[in-house]
């Protein structure tokens, strides 16, 4: 099966992850990596491996980066392993996924995660198993919140192989990221999705508080020492900063001010 797959990744400004990234994918005759305009040392990198084929698209949104990505770099193989730059396909994972069969009745295998912090892996996380290794013609892709969702045409599988989701940047590259994000997120909040997650959200400072909370004690990050504590306060710091942004607008709702009245008094 390995043959029959072509992993597919999005970068911007990833050196500190996609050296380790790559060097589990060195079975793939093909990689496809679209960069967003690095201007780091993710391009050089890159560049050392001939088995990468690198395109460049400005971002505008993580569906059509992805559909870029698919439909317009000339993949010739039926199957493809979408990954983010942090992403470490385990050696278990591999030798599953040689051992499938390409023509099997299925349309995409949904994988789980382990998540690390500079590579210690926690005990648990947030993270949910995805639909990672798809065929290439039984799916669409269109933008959820700050991410993407992928629907799926037809039956899906479970592997038990897993993806180690281990992200190096520092927390200033970090926090640049979540701010980004959230933002798209807000814009999602206010379609009205979301469930009790958008309830809990829409009143600050509920949701930050509940996300610590959860990830230390109701998931049991706390017996996973530092980085459990590391990882809980990155998921009650990327709830705050959303929080920030609901009552932002909400206040400059009350005072009659805009984004863009306050770019003009700058």
Known sequence: MLDHITPVLLTHNE???????????????????????????????????????????RFDTHAKQWRYAIEETQ?????????????????????????????APVSAYRIRFDYAIFSQRLFSSLYPA????????????????????????GPIATLSG???????????????????????????????KGG???????????????????CLFGKGLIVSGRAGIFYALQRMVAEAILSLMVLEARLRDRAGVSSSDCSEEK
């Open 130 to 153: 995805n639909t990672v290794l798809l065929r290439k013609d039984k799916f669409c892709v269109r933008d959820r919140g700050h991410t993407e969702a992928w629907d799926v045409k």
């Open 75 to 103: 993949i010739a193989t039926d199957w493809i392993l979408r990954l983010d730059a942090d992403y470490q396909v385990s050696d278990a994972l591999v030798s599953e996924l040689a051992q499938l069969d390409p023509d």
């Open 196 to 214: 009790l997650v958008r309830w809990l959200r829409l009143r600050p400072p509920l949701m930050p508080i509940v996300a610590f909370i959860y």
């Open 15 to 57: 050196e500190q992850n996609i050296g380790r990234t790559l060097s589990r994918l060195g079975w793939a005759k093909d990689i496809v990596v679209v960069d967003s305009g690095s201007t780091d040392g993710t391009l050089t990198i890159l560049a050392d491996c001939p088995n990468v084929r690198v395109f460049n698209r």
């Open 162 to 192: 897993r993806v180690v989701h281990d992200d190096w940047k520092p927390t200033g590259q970090w926090i640049i990221g979540q701010t980004r994000y959230m933002q798209r997120e807000l814009e999602w909040l206010r379609e009205g």
